[in-house]
């Protein structure tokens, strides 16, 4: 008798597409954000980047490609690499703006939200490298599924 995980399997295939192009849809919009309103990023940059500007200029094409390589099957694997390359770059303006109250301002959040954001940062690298791969462990997926609807409602609401 097959498993439910094995039954279920056809159906996590296709929410595991839904969640590749909902997130490749968010970094493109996030992304492109990076161009036209650079001061919120420029403001969470932490200070010992050099070229803070661009900086997020770079970062801001890296999310736009990883999040178009994410919409497509053919190219999904190398769009969660490159998104979990990019939130680690990105992670240190996140743990800057829990510290930096002029930052807080910019962002137009308090140092509560900021701590808020940090641990999404979890989810987020472990469903990008869900898509990096072909297979993960039953537990990754299930940790990938069962967090994937909070962490895209939280980002949707900011």
Known sequence: M???????????????SIAAITLGLMYIVVGIKHFTDPEI??????????????????????????????????????GGALVIILLLLVFPANIYLVFSEEAQTVFQGTRADALIRIPFQIPLIFIAYWHSKEKVSKWVELFCILSFPPTIIYFLTL
């Open 2 to 16: 097959r498993s439910l995980y094995e039954k279920l399997s056809k159906y996590i295939h296709y929410y595991k």
């Open 41 to 78: 990023f420029v403001a969470i940059t932490p200070p010992f980047i050099y070229f803070r500007e661009a900086a997020v200029y770079f970062t801001g094409l890296i999310e736009i490609v990883g999040g178009a390589l994410l919409l497509t099957n053919k190219y999904r694997k190398k």
